[in-house]
């Protein structure tokens, strides 16, 4: 295995984004082996895939420290080439292909991957942007290989969170009333009784509010790590 120093720097995207239709932003969740990764990895590793000339390059980020354990995961797909970053906790690995498996391959072939997401539980997350009916028809590709497929927005930001007017109402006087602090300083069903409305709908849109949040805010931090990785290479 070559440990030489490996750049951090993210190179540009793999192909251009189509001149037509204009592009919509999913993220996709299914299980890690419906997208090509038969064993999950040792711990969670953020992968973007980089082609250079005929090769495609695996830019793997991971916890301080675990490439190695990183690279021995990824030794089973055939890598011709692994070097991890210096340092005495490094979070860097490249790993250069002849050859990608089946499946990493149709999936780069079909649509714009941004990035991968994997936990060592054994799901993934795979941003991708592209035209609609490029995403529609690699979701219908991930659904032959497992039924447990979701597609959705990706909201990488506050600031494209979508909140219905009823929606921040109810966020809001949910927060004014203390029903997010530890112990609770209103319930559920005191919340309703103020809203005017029955603690079914109450409930039905905090948590519908509560995704949104939660979703962008998830999405963000993912990305944030490849812009922190850029800035720091």
């Given at each position: 295995?070559n440990?030489?120093?490996?750049?951090?720097?993210?190179?540009?995207?793999?192909?251009?984004?189509?001149?037509?239709?204009?592009?919509?932003?999913?993220?996709?969740?299914?299980?890690?082996?419906?997208?090509g990764f038969?064993?999950p990895?040792?711990?969670?590793?953020?992968?973007?895939f980089?082609?250079?000339?005929?090769?495609w390059?695996?830019?793997?980020?991971?916890?301080?420290?675990?490439?190695?354990?990183?690279?021995?995961?990824?030794?089973?797909?055939g890598?011709?080439?692994?070097?991890?970053?210096?340092?005495?906790?490094?979070?860097?690995?490249?790993?250069?292909f002849?050859?990608?498996p089946?499946?990493?391959?149709?999936?780069?072939?079909?649509?714009?991957?941004?990035?991968?997401?994997?936990?060592?539980?054994?799901?993934?997350?795979?941003?991708v942007?592209?035209?609609?009916?490029?995403?529609e028809?690699?979701?219908?590709?991930?659904?032959?290989?497992?039924?447990?497929?979701?597609?959705?927005?990706?909201?990488?930001?506050?600031?494209?969170v979508?909140?219905?007017?009823?929606?921040?109402?109810?966020?809001?006087?949910?927060?004014?009333?203390g029903?997010?602090e530890?112990?609770?300083?209103?319930?559920l069903?005191?919340?309703a009784?103020?809203?005017?409305?029955?603690?079914?709908?109450?409930?039905?849109?905090?948590?519908?509010?509560?995704?949104?949040?939660i979703?962008?805010y998830?999405?963000?931090?993912?990305?944030?790590?490849?812009?922190?990785?850029?800035?720091?290479?």
């Amino acid at each position: 295995m070559n440990r030489d120093a490996a750049e951090t720097k993210v190179g540009p995207a793999r192909r251009k984004p189509p001149a037509g239709p204009s592009l919509v932003s999913r993220r996709i969740d299914l299980p890690g082996a419906a997208a090509g990764f038969a064993e999950p990895p040792p711990c969670r590793v953020h992968l973007k895939f980089l082609l250079r000339g005929d090769r495609w390059t695996l830019l793997a980020l991971s916890a301080p420290g675990m490439p190695a354990k990183v690279a021995r995961w990824l030794m089973p797909f055939g890598p011709a080439e692994i070097a991890i970053a210096p340092g005495i906790a490094p979070r860097v690995l490249r790993a250069k292909f002849d050859v990608l498996p089946p499946l990493w391959k149709q999936m780069l072939a079909t649509v714009i991957v941004h990035y991968v997401d994997l936990t060592p539980e054994g799901s993934a997350s795979i941003f991708v942007a592209d035209s609609l009916d490029k995403v529609e028809r690699f979701v219908k590709v991930l659904r032959v290989e497992s039924s447990v497929v979701r597609a959705r927005k990706s909201l990488p930001g506050p600031a494209r969170v979508e909140l219905t007017a009823r929606q921040l109402e109810v966020l809001a006087l949910a927060v004014a009333l203390g029903y997010y602090e530890t112990p609770h300083k209103v319930g559920l069903r005191a919340l309703a009784k103020k809203l005017g409305l029955s603690v079914g709908a109450t409930s039905e849109l905090l948590r519908r509010g509560e995704s949104l949040i939660i979703t962008s805010y998830v999405d963000a931090l993912t990305a944030s790590k490849w812009k922190q990785l850029q800035e720091s290479g």
